[in-house]
């Protein structure tokens, strides 16, 4: 290879980082799970392949948020958060909610999460790309699926279906990390 190929390769790679970094705030590089207009997908089995960070229970069938409430997140999300005490930009929380199972055991009455109800996901959006999307605000984008058709976000928006159960965690990003064990 002679100098004036390897030039031209130099100079092909560092405008590819350059121009690699000026468009930064697209969804391409930003997440998996969220495509160029802001659009949360449903990122799936996270039971098995994301970390578990917390679990807690509603107990009561008349209040709005019953049944067992398990989060997951990416392992990537936990150590960056255990480093900076803040959601990494990209990052994914998925609420599960089930309906609590229960049976006298040996042990004594038992409960346990059932059967899917519904599924809420959030992601860190820390450049607010998405500023006329109704899904994304304060931060994140915020989407609800439900089992009957999982492909679909059923909330019309994150002010409308998602932050009045997130208000009183403003100070932590919106977040209830009291819950999370392995963020404090």
């Known amino acids: 290879m002679n100098s004036t190929h390897k030039l031209i390769m130099v100079l092909s790679i560092a405008l590819t980082l350059v121009l690699g970094s000026l468009s930064g705030a697209g969804a391409e590089d930003f997440s998996d799970f969220v495509d160029e207009k802001g659009k949360i997908s ?3 089995d996270v039971r098995t392949a994301w970390s578990h960070l917390g679990s807690w229970i509603v107990p009561r069938k008349s209040d709005d ?36 199972d229960s049976a006298s055991l040996p042990t004594g009455k038992t409960f346990w999460a059932g059967v899917l109800q519904s599924r809420f996901v959030m992601v860190k959006d820390q450049q607010g790309r998405f500023p006329d999307n109704p899904h994304w ?5 915020w989407a609800h699926f439900e089992p ?18 997130h208000v009183s965690a403003r100070g932590t990003d919106y977040v209830n990390v009291r819950g999370y064990p392995p963020l404090r």
């Open 42 to 44: 449903n990122p799936g």
């Open 137 to 141: 605000g304060d931060g994140w984008g």
């Open 65 to 100: 948020q019953y049944g067992f409430h398990d989060v997951y997140t990416r392992q990537s999300t936990i150590e960056a958060y255990q480093k900076t005490g803040q959601f990494p930009d990209g990052a994914m929380l998925i609420r599960e909610i089930r309906n609590v």
């Open 148 to 165: 009957e058709n999982p492909e679909v976000n059923v909330s019309q928006g994150y002010k409308q279906d998602c932050l009045d159960c």
